[in-house]
């Protein structure tokens, strides 16, 4: 079993300050032992990818799942369904952050 983490995360307010801990927490458990091991298990199914933790990822995350998507795609010439889910639903909350950003 991984160790136990326990990490204070400040932000410039509250709401900074639980995005990044959720992202965090995203980034802390999809590079746990037992989610890289498969043994991580939500709604009594195993997580097999970092969408299926449904937790904010950081844009490093993000460009290494660019990064995967667009080497299966030479690779395969097929992306599969459960991924391109998670990268449209990462994509939206990007440009919806974007937007509110400009503002």
């Known amino acids: 079993m991984s160790p136990r983490v326990d990490t204070t995360i400040f932000g410039i307010d509250s709401i900074q300050a639980l995005e990044l801990a959720l992202v965090y927490s995203g980034s802390v458990l999809t590079s746990s032992r037992e989610f890289v091991s498969g ?33 299966g795609i030479e690779r395969r010439k097929h992306v599969p369904t459960v991924w391109m889910a998670g990268m449209k639903t990462s994509l939206r909350n990007i440009a919806a952050e974007l937007r509110r950003r400009r503002t």
């Open 39 to 71: 043994h991580l298990r939500l709604w009594d199914e195993p997580a097999r990818n970092m969408f299926e933790v449904v937790l904010p990822l950081s844009l490093h995350s993000l460009q290494s799942a660019l990064k995967q998507l667009s080497a």
